[in-house]
T-cell receptor
Framework: ELKVEQNPLFLSMQEGKNYTIYCNYSTTSDRLYWYRQDPGKSLESLFVLLSNGAVKQEGRLMASLDTKARLSTLHITAAVHDLSATYFCAVDILGTYKYIFGTGTRLKVLA | GAVVSQHPSWVICKSGTSVKIECRSLDFQATTMFWYRQFPKQSLMLMAT?????????EQGVEKDKFLINHASLTLSTLTVTSAHPEDSSFYIC??????????????FGPGTRLTVT
């Protein structure tokens, strides 16, 4: 069974702190995507990771992909309240165009 | 670029009625469109893959007679929830994948449609 697991599922952190969200997947894939979802809204694309070793950064967020370990990380640096949202990773199943979404991580940044 | 719209954004219907949701790619042609549903505080679950001019491919456990998908053109896919029941209440999100692009295979997501069945 194809699984994409994220941890933690819930994360409450203080402003200014750093933290990492992990995305583990069970299928072979070399494409992984990170999204942000605000309550009642659809998905906002954050990062597209297309190869082993890919690292991308935007503002306080940095994402990386290790296809051999089947692991992606989303690192948050010096969190601010505006980063409060649910974050999903999605794995592109090799040979198809289908995504399998991770379980999601609900992040709350406390002022 | 790569904008996907959905209509309506929210809909309330009575049990037993049918509801149609439209998904349009506004500035690109989409070879493939996808339909997801999301229950509160849960992840997105892929329901079906829709290809222009052919029958949709449904994921295991999704009733194809209940969730009718039509991909009539390269910019439009529709999802019809037939004989809706309260348990069909959910957030339905479509996405579109631009055909012909090399490398990214990225899907572009619509804003979602919130369906409430009373």
């Amino acid at each position: 069974e194809l699984k994409v697991e994220q941890n933690p599922l819930f994360l409450s952190m203080q402003e200014g702190k750093n933290y990492t969200i992990y995305c583990n997947y069970s299928t072979t894939s070399d494409r992984l995507y990170w999204y942000r979802q605000d309550p009642g809204k659809s998905l906002e694309s954050l990062f597209v990771l297309l190869s082993n070793g890919a690292v991308k950064q935007e503002g306080r967020l940095m994402a990386s992909l290790d296809t051999k370990a089947r692991l992606s990380t989303l690192h948050i640096t010096a969190a601010v309240h505006d980063l409060s949202a649910t974050y999903f990773c999605a794995v592109d199943i090799l040979g198809t165009y289908k995504y399998i979404f991770g379980t999601g991580t609900r992040l709350k940044v406390l002022a | 670029g790569a904008v996907v719209s959905q209509h309506p954004s929210w809909v309330i219907c009575k049990s037993g009625t049918s509801v149609k949701i439209e998904c349009r790619s506004l500035d690109f042609q989409a070879t493939t469109m996808f339909w997801y549903r999301q229950f509160p505080k849960q992840s997105l679950m892929l329901m079906a893959t829709s290809n222009e001019g052919s029958k949709a491919t449904y994921e295991q456990g999704v009733e194809k007679d209940k969730f009718l998908i039509n991909h009539a053109s390269l910019t439009l896919s529709t999802l019809t929830v037939t004989s809706a029941h309260p348990e069909d209440s959910s957030f339905y999100i479509c996405s579109a994948e631009p055909g012909g692009r090399v490398g990214t295979y990225e899907q572009y997501f619509g804003p979602g449609t919130r369906l409430t069945v009373t």
